[in-house]
């Protein structure tokens, strides 16, 4: 097959004229946004009910295939905000066993779509849905984390919005100023940092000074390490999911959800992502790359992963020239996991949640509600 094939994978094609400089460009991109990947693949991983170290594991797993099977010259894979309540969701009812089982049919059906060319299809699915889905979904996200932003004492808190923000109002007496603190100095420097510069990542100065005031000053918050125990240092750990055949039918609503929106923010991340830099993706052989990547995951312990809008601009304007990037990105957060990852037991709960307040932000697209509601006033009025 000719390297030069748009039916072969970007990382392939993109040897052709590869040479030192892009090489050089490629590992200060990858190093770079496997640092801001870090915070995020962790926060993902707790807020989505799971542990902080499957965060990291689908972040290096599947990050490194879909980096280097994809149909995207600088798309950045790994677990996004669209998934967490859906996860969540199937967790509290199904266990880890039901989120891997979930998480290979979705990557079935997606390997399926890119096969059989549905992947131009993803396209046509209405703006409007999109944004309000989206939002619906950043609105969770923010809610799940002011239990931990604000360091507040409850028991069991709910799945459900409504319920959950009961709980959380009722035990509003119980704020942590400690937690509170460290979570506003967490906004504080993710908001202002950018502002200076943008050579440092913003999520990695926060976590590493918010964390240097915890363990300098013993502050009585609670962190990865007494919520998990730690996250273990070595390589994501090999293991064939208890797949139970009764639950295959329940969870197949599921699947063909986290399925359809892996697909569509994989095809938009790919978009922005040609938008950026003036190439132009492959949209089939993408959901092929995002299929091999979710089936393969739950064997090493990750859970859904896809195309990260914000981590794939991040990738672009660090100087990415090709997938080598993405694959020094998944590479980056191998060695942390091999060499650093007992560290990350002092990181504050507090600080976590202050980053996904900032992430839920920026995913929305809240500008365009406003038109949205007036093309609904408008078409009532004209029907």
Not at 283 to 299: D, F, K, T
């Amino acid at each position: 097959m000719s390297i030069s094939n748009p039916n072969i994978p970007k990382s392939i094609q993109a040897l052709r004229n590869y040479n030192l400089t892009m090489l050089q460009h490629d590992l200060i991109a990858g190093v770079t946004v496997g640092l801001v990947a870090l915070p995020l693949a962790m926060a993902f991983g707790i807020a989505s009910g799971v542990t902080p170290q499957a965060g990291l594991y689908t972040a290096v797993v599947a990050g490194f295939l879909i980096s280097a099977l994809g149909g995207s010259r600088t798309q950045i894979g790994g677990p996004t905000g669209a998934f967490v309540v859906i996860v969540a969701g199937i967790v509290a009812r199904f266990g880890m066993s039901g989120l891997a089982m979930v998480t290979v049919m979705a990557g079935i059906l997606l390997l399926l779509m890119g096969l059989t060319g549905l992947g131009a299809a993803v396209k046509f699915i209405p703006r409007m849905v999109v944004i309000g889905f989206t939002n619906g979904i950043a609105i969770l996200i923010a809610s799940t984390q002011i239990k931990d932003f604000f360091g507040l004492k409850t028991g069991a808190v709910p799945s459900e919005f409504l319920p959950r923000m009961k709980v959380l109002a009722a035990a509003a007496e119980t704020v942590n100023w400690p937690a509170l603190g460290l979570g506003a100095g967490t906004l504080a420097i993710l908001l202002l940092l950018p502002r200076v510069t943008r050579r440092v990542p913003a999520s990695i100065v926060a976590l590493l000074v918010c964390t240097g005031v915890a363990v300098v000053f013993h502050l009585p918050v609670e962190t990865i390490g007494t919520k998990f125990g730690g996250i273990p240092r070595g390589l994501p750990p090999f293991a064939i999911p208890d797949f139970h055949s009764d639950h295959i039918i329940p969870l197949i609503p599921s699947a063909f959800t986290v399925a359809l929106l892996a697909a569509l923010e994989s095809m938009l991340s790919a978009v922005v992502a040609d938008g950026m830099t003036g190439d132009r993706h492959n949209s089939n052989v993408e959901l092929v790359a995002q299929g091999i990547a979710n089936i393969v995951s739950p064997l090493f312990g990750g859970i859904p992963a896809t195309g990260a809008i914000a981590r794939t601009a991040t990738n672009i304007r660090s100087g990415a020239r090709s997938p080598i990037a993405g694959i020094v990105h998944a590479v980056t957060l191998l060695l942390i996991l091999l060499v650093a990852a007992p560290l990350a037991s002092y990181i504050p709960l507090a600080a976590l949640a202050a980053i996904l307040f900032v992430v839920a932000y920026n995913m929305g697209e809240w500008n365009e509600i406003g038109g949205i509601l007036q093309l609904d006033f408008t078409a009532i009025s004209l029907g």
